[in-house]
């Protein structure tokens, strides 16, 4: 393995194997093959922007080159390889059961499938390419639908997003190359193997999930759309069944009941399943609130962020570029960028009645022209106190924004001009650019719905990067709200076996409080259907 190597963003593709026999010192003859491991962009100079790379090579007489050149540079190739545990010795009465097909729940119904459970995993939303026409019927003016939109349905929240796929996660198992592989074998384009910021895109990602969950069907498990689960039944003290109601057009209201026996089940809700996080917590699984940030999403020129970030020389080039920004506020808050999307829009995300949400989405090309991120301002359980202190004090602290959201923009998305965000006035019309957005807008007064405590540390977060990105701060970036659902406001806290408090329950992903994005939930996903498997033995039969 050669890591730190350095060439120029417009080399060739004859430049890399020639740095790879300089560093090795070998002719190119001597070198059999070699693979991209990793790949970065370092654009710190503009002037000299770089491409880093770290590749493994085979090379004839290995060991001779390793003895001569083996350092900080050059070792020995070690993979770490992923494994699933060997399985446990208890007998299963019934399938496993995962509730949610996101991230967290394919991946965990994925591995359980391969290796003989025959999961049962509950979706309260549709299949992705139903979801898909429903969505964009909302987009256009239509009804929402409340089981079925941008954050519930086949393969969760991450479907309708960029499909971002770095994380911070460390990772010695091998989870995340698991990860990144499979979503290669369903459609995936092979270079985010090796990219330092991979993605994908919400058009691949439809095709993607709904291979997977074919994939699981063909192994033995079942996916079963429109169940929502609602109570947790429990025997001697462990889960006994899991019961709700589902999608039934002939029941009363469109809905009938229904109940399903397991000893094992992984809880993938999302994050934002607040009517489930209620009722099981009323079944006695326990939770506790959790910080997390909430702000507005915030719209740029994509050639603005390219220019910025890569000079005028390389910025067509190398478009679309990223960013990523911090800060910190007067009064001590932390304010961040958060999914940024190059080249995407900002989407209508709501999932209930008379609440308003907003996202970020690329599609695969990320080829909008413009650049959008949220930008967010931490909140604590503190700032949750005039909505209770028990452990659903954030979710109605998010709830209460999302109505006021809701009320400024009339059902629309919120928008309004940064610089009458700072004279807290309704803008009159966009400014030199025309933002991109999915689902309809209306011009309002975002200072009431982020509070003015929130406002003033936005702005000043907004003040900050615009002294490290010029124009960031531009009176014309185009501002909506609200970026409400960043992550979980609760954790369900879990064991070192990764059960909850109520044995049989596995609490996982994004929802549980245990991930920040799809690969961290993916490998999250994994991580608990391992646990399932340590402990109980396959169920082909029952």
Same mark, same amino acid.
């Given at each position: 393995m050669?890591?730190?190597?350095s060439?120029?963003?417009r080399h060739?593709?004859?430049?890399?194997?020639?740095k790879i026999c300089?560093l090795l010192?070998?002719?190119?003859?001597?070198l059999?093959?070699y693979?991209i491991l990793k790949?970065?962009?370092d654009?710190?100079?503009?002037?000299?922007?770089?491409?880093?790379?770290t590749?493994?090579?085979?090379?004839?007489?290995?060991s001779k080159?390793l003895?001569?050149?083996?350092g900080?540079?050059?070792?020995r190739?070690?993979p770490v390889?992923?494994?699933a545990?060997?399985? *446990? /010795? #208890?007998?299963l009465?019934h399938?496993?059961v995962i509730?949610?097909?996101? &991230?967290? !729940?394919?991946?965990?119904g994925? %591995?359980?499938a391969?290796?003989?459970y025959?999961?049962?995993?509950l979706?309260?939303g549709e299949?992705?390419?139903?979801?898909?026409?429903?969505v964009?019927?909302?987009?256009?003016g239509?009804?929402?639908d409340p089981?079925s939109n941008?954050s519930?349905?086949?393969?969760?929240?991450?479907?309708?997003?960029?499909g971002?796929l770095?994380?911070?996660?460390k990772d010695?198992?091998?989870r995340?190359?698991?990860?990144?592989?499979t979503?290669?074998?369903f459609?995936?384009?092979p270079?985010?193997?090796?990219?330092?910021?991979?993605?994908v895109?919400?058009?691949?990602?439809i095709?993607?999930?709904t291979?997977?969950?074919?994939e699981?069907e063909?192994?033995?498990?079942?996916?079963?759309?429109?169940?929502r689960?609602?109570h947790?039944?429990l025997?001697? *003290? /462990? #889960?006994?069944?899991v019961?709700?109601t589902k999608r039934?057009?002939?029941? &009363?209201? !469109?809905?009938?009941?229904?109940? %399903?026996?397991?000893?094992a089940?992984i809880?993938?809700?999302?994050?934002?399943a607040?009517?489930t996080?209620?009722?099981?917590?009323e079944?006695?699984?326990r939770?506790?609130p959790k910080s997390f940030?909430v702000?507005?999403?915030v719209?740029?020129?994509?050639s603005?962020i390219?220019r910025?970030q890569f000079?005028e020389q390389?910025?067509?080039f190398?478009s679309?570029?990223a960013?990523?920004l911090?800060?910190?506020?007067?009064?001590g808050?932390?304010?961040?960028?958060?999914?940024?999307?190059p080249?995407?829009?900002?989407?209508n995300?709501?999932?209930e009645?008379g609440?308003?949400?907003?996202?970020?989405?690329s599609?695969h090309d990320?080829?909008?022209?413009?650049?959008?991120?949220a930008?967010i301002?931490?909140v604590?359980?503190?700032?949750f106190l005039?909505?209770?202190e028990?452990?659903?004090a954030g979710?109605?602290?998010?709830e209460a924004?999302?109505e006021r959201?809701?009320?400024a923009g009339?059902?629309?998305?919120?928008?309004q001009?940064?610089?009458?965000f700072?004279?807290?006035?309704v803008s009159?019309?966009?400014?030199?650019?025309?933002p991109?957005?999915r689902g309809?807008?209306?011009?309002?007064?975002l200072?009431?719905v982020?509070?003015?405590t929130l406002?003033?540390?936005f702005?000043e977060?907004?003040?900050?990067f615009?002294?490290k990105?010029p124009?960031?701060?531009?009176?014309?970036t185009v501002?909506?709200?609200?970026?409400?659902?960043?992550?979980?406001p609760?954790?369900?806290?879990?064991?070192?076996d990764?059960t909850?408090?109520?044995?049989?329950?596995y609490?996982c992903?994004?929802?549980a409080?245990y991930?920040g994005g799809?690969?961290?939930?993916?490998?999250d996903g994994?991580?608990c259907a391992?646990?399932?498997?340590?402990r109980?033995?396959?169920?082909p039969?029952?």
């Amino acid at each position: 393995m050669i890591n730190g190597i350095s060439l120029p963003v417009r080399h060739g593709p004859e430049a890399l194997p020639k740095k790879i026999c300089t560093l090795l010192r070998i002719p190119e003859k001597a070198l059999l093959s070699y693979t991209i491991l990793k790949q970065s962009l370092d654009a710190r100079k503009k002037s000299a922007i770089l491409y880093h790379y770290t590749v493994k090579a085979a090379v004839k007489e290995e060991s001779k080159v390793l003895k001569r050149c083996r350092g900080s540079q050059v070792s020995r190739y070690e993979p770490v390889e992923y494994r699933a545990p060997e399985p *446990g /010795a #208890l007998p299963l009465s019934h399938r496993p059961v995962i509730v949610g097909e996101g &991230p967290a !729940g394919l991946f965990a119904g994925l %591995l359980l499938a391969k290796a003989g459970y025959r999961p049962v995993i509950l979706e309260r939303g549709e299949q992705a390419d139903r979801r898909k026409g429903r969505v964009q019927a909302f987009w256009d003016g239509g009804p929402l639908d409340p089981e079925s939109n941008v954050s519930f349905g086949e393969g969760g929240a991450g479907t309708f997003s960029d499909g971002k796929l770095n994380t911070l996660v460390k990772d010695s198992a091998g989870r995340n190359n698991e990860v990144l592989r499979t979503l290669v074998r369903f459609g995936a384009d092979p270079e985010i193997l090796w990219q330092q910021k991979p993605h994908v895109g919400t058009d691949r990602l439809i095709r993607i999930v709904t291979g997977m969950r074919q994939e699981i069907e063909r192994l033995g498990g079942e996916v079963r759309f429109g169940f929502r689960v609602e109570h947790l039944s429990l025997r001697e *003290g /462990a #889960l006994a069944s899991v019961s709700g109601t589902k999608r039934d057009e002939a029941a &009363p209201g !469109g809905r009938s009941s229904f109940s %399903l026996d397991c000893e094992a089940l992984i809880l993938a809700t999302g994050h934002s399943a607040r009517d489930t996080f209620s009722k099981l917590l009323e079944d006695g699984l326990r939770m506790e609130p959790k910080s997390f940030a909430v702000g507005l999403r915030v719209q740029h020129p994509q050639s603005l962020i390219d220019r910025d970030q890569f000079g005028e020389q390389e910025a067509e080039f190398l478009s679309p570029a990223a960013y990523k920004l911090t800060a910190k506020s007067s009064g001590g808050r932390g304010v961040y960028t958060f999914c940024m999307c190059p080249g995407g829009y900002v989407v209508n995300a709501s999932s209930e009645l008379g609440r308003t949400a907003v996202n970020g989405m690329s599609y695969h090309d990320r080829a909008s022209g413009t650049a959008n991120s949220a930008v967010i301002v931490a909140v604590t359980p503190e700032d949750f106190l005039p909505y209770g202190e028990g452990p659903l004090a954030g979710l109605k602290f998010q709830e209460a924004m999302e109505e006021r959201a809701f009320r400024a923009g009339g059902g629309a998305i919120p928008v309004q001009r940064y610089g009458d965000f700072r004279e807290s006035k309704v803008s009159e019309g966009f400014g030199r650019f025309s933002p991109c957005f999915r689902g309809g807008t209306r011009f309002a007064d975002l200072r009431p719905v982020l509070g003015e405590t929130l406002s003033r540390a936005f702005e000043e977060g907004m003040e900050q990067f615009g002294q490290k990105l010029p124009g960031f701060s531009d009176p014309d970036t185009v501002l909506a709200g609200v970026e409400s659902r960043t992550s979980s406001p609760v954790r369900i806290p879990r064991g070192e076996d990764l059960t909850g408090s109520v044995p049989g329950v596995y609490p996982c992903g994004e929802g549980a409080g245990y991930a920040g994005g799809i690969t961290s939930a993916a490998m999250d996903g994994l991580r608990c259907a391992e646990a399932v498997i340590r402990r109980f033995a396959p169920c082909p039969g029952v």
